[in-house]
């Protein structure tokens, strides 16, 4: 019970994170009247660590695969899904696909720092 409500507290902490973030980015970019899909962009991200965080849990708990690869095919595959969605943006043509990226990737590595410090918690909880 009490792991179970560790992974509650993770969970409200990252959309806590999450949603100040994009209040703060999107008071930003409207500041500065920069036009890009911030929702598309935090949700896309979201999502990605979400998933990730579950199935890394997920493999913990049921030790399906070895961590180390089941790490690597899980951030290949964080990676393609990414490239496919610069893709779609970019085939929209309604965003400059230059300020699309100047807006993705700080939330990308502000989610990649969360969940590799939740990753090391759980592989220390081994």
Do not use: R
Request: hydrophobic share 55%.
């Amino acid at each position: 019970m009490i792991n179970f409500s560790n992974e509650i507290k993770s969970f409200i902490f990252i959309s806590l994170i999450i949603l100040g973030a994009y209040q703060l980015h999107q008071y930003l970019c409207e500041t500065y009247k920069i036009t890009t899909p911030l929702a598309s962009i935090y949700i896309f991200n979201y999502s990605a660590i979400i998933l990730f965080l579950t199935i890394s849990k997920l493999n913990f708990i049921y030790s399906l695969v070895n961590i180390l690869s089941f790490f690597i095919l899980l951030t290949f595959i964080k990676m393609l899904s990414t490239i496919i969605f610069f893709l779609y943006l970019n085939s929209d043509g309604f965003y400059d696909i230059q300020i699309v990226v100047y807006n993705f990737f700080p939330v990308y590595f502000l989610l990649l720092s969360l969940e590799i410090i939740y990753l090391k918690k759980s592989l220390n909880n081994i």
